[in-house]
């Protein structure tokens, strides 16, 4: 039951686009690994209503039929990806092939947004190089003048070079799929490496990072990506921290949903700024980011990791009261999680499952 005619699922297997095969049930026979990140198969069914009924159409006709549709990036996601979609008959199946063009619109919009972004924002820091260098060339017979300046230009120039850094990062978020070639990624080694990257800074200001919560959660995704966020809002809340306090790393799950929470004691956020805090260069105070280095980037580095991996970030805050960052990142199904690449491939019909032959 369900198979492939002859030399169809080598073809099949080098594709580098999503694929499902149906049967004439309109049952999933056959599906490529990365089908199920996408969302198009879930308990080894075809979630997308809209596909099944054009699968009968062209089991029914034989004709091949193309459209083009958003869906979620996962099941339980809100972010959407936009699907070039092809249904072609196969034997007496029906394959659906898919091509993402999300990352097509995305590279366009990294291009415009790079190009503004970097041509307003460097302009602070490259200005400020070129005024202090005239100042060191006029205070060459006083060493601690140079000295003084030397230092502001070295501050400078790490500010710099950690908004280049940032600004990669945050095209290269914009441009890449990570659920392409997603891997389940278990939750507690996010977190350990994370708090790993920030534990000097922390031990510095004597601020104590207290992991607490549920153990064992996995999601798939990119490993990296996933630690730059936590990272990013361990950071962002040790910047806006008093000394001697405590920054809290929580993770439950929520339903369908792993959290994985931050929580300080610092200044808080104004109620005024919350809807914008996710915006590429938003700063609500301009000061004190500049004083602790900030480059505006981080949270919005964490905003595109979550929605990159079909989940979303929130936040809680109140004046002198502390924030709090969640991080929901969807569960895979109980039978999504099958590490060998293989079985994926192979995915068997719900009815030798359940006996419904």
């Known amino acids: 039951?369900?198979?492939?005619?002859?030399?169809?699922?080598?073809?099949?297997?080098?594709?580098?686009?999503?694929?499902?095969?149906?049967?004439?049930k309109g049952r999933v026979v056959r599906s490529s690994p990365s089908a199920l990140p996408y969302g198009l198969v879930?308990?080894?069914?075809?979630?997308?209503?809209?596909?099944?009924?054009?699968?009968?159409?062209?089991?029914?006709?034989r004709e091949v039929r193309e459209l083009s549709l958003e869906v979620p990036r996962s099941h339980r996601g809100t972010e959407l990806v936009s699907l070039d979609v092809t249904l072609a008959p196969l034997g007496d199946q029906v394959l659906v092939l898919t091509e993402d063009r999300t990352a097509?619109?995305?590279?366009?919009?990294v291009r415009r947004d790079?190009?503004?972004?970097?041509?307003?924002?460097?302009?602070?820091?490259?200005?400020?190089?070129?005024?202090?260098?005239?100042?060191?060339?006029?205070?060459?017979?006083?060493?601690?003048?140079?000295?003084?300046?030397?230092g502001r230009m070295q501050l400078e120039a790490a500010r710099l070079t950690q908004m280049v850094q940032d600004l990669i990062a945050l095209s290269r978020l914009q441009s890449d799929d990570s659920l392409r070639s997603a891997q389940l990624v278990q939750v507690d080694d996010v977190v350990a490496d994370a708090v790993d990257a920030t534990h000097l800074e922390a031990e510095a200001r004597q601020i104590r990072l207290k992991v607490r919560g549920q153990h064992g959660l996995s999601v798939r995704g990119d490993e990296d990506q996933l630690v730059a966020a936590v990272r990013n809002l361990i950071s962002n809340a040790l910047n806006y921290s008093p000394d001697h306090t405590r920054v809290m790393i929580g993770v439950s799950r929520d339903g369908h949903f792993a959290?994985?929470?931050?929580?300080?004691?610092?200044?808080?956020?104004?109620?005024?700024?919350?809807?914008?805090?996710?915006?590429?260069?938003?700063?609500?105070?301009?000061a004190r980011s500049r004083a602790t280095g900030g480059t505006g980037l981080g949270l919005s580095i964490v905003k595109h990791v979550c929605s990159n991996h079909g989940g979303d970030v929130r936040v809680w805050s109140s004046e002198g009261s502390g924030s709090t960052f969640t991080l929901r990142l969807p569960l895979p199904d109980e039978d999504d999680d099958e590490p060998d690449h293989e079985d994926r491939l192979r995915q068997v019909t719900a009815d030798e499952d359940e006996g419904d032959a």
């Open 259 to 286: 959290e994985v929470s931050v929580a300080d004691q610092g200044i808080g956020i104004p109620e005024r700024d919350l809807e914008r805090i996710f915006e590429r260069f938003y700063r609500v105070d301009p």
């Open 42 to 61: 879930s308990r080894r069914k075809l979630r997308v209503e809209r596909l099944l009924i054009l699968a009968r159409q062209v089991r029914r006709d």
């Open 1 to 24: 039951m369900g198979d492939l005619p002859a030399g169809a699922e080598a073809v099949l297997a080098a594709l580098p686009s999503a694929w499902v095969v149906l049967d004439a």
């Open 104 to 109: 097509v619109r995305r590279l366009d919009a």
């Open 114 to 150: 790079f190009v503004a972004n970097v041509s307003h924002e460097l302009k602070t820091p490259v200005g400020a190089l070129a005024l202090l260098a005239e100042a060191v060339l006029g205070s060459a017979d006083d060493p601690d003048s140079v000295r003084r300046f030397a």
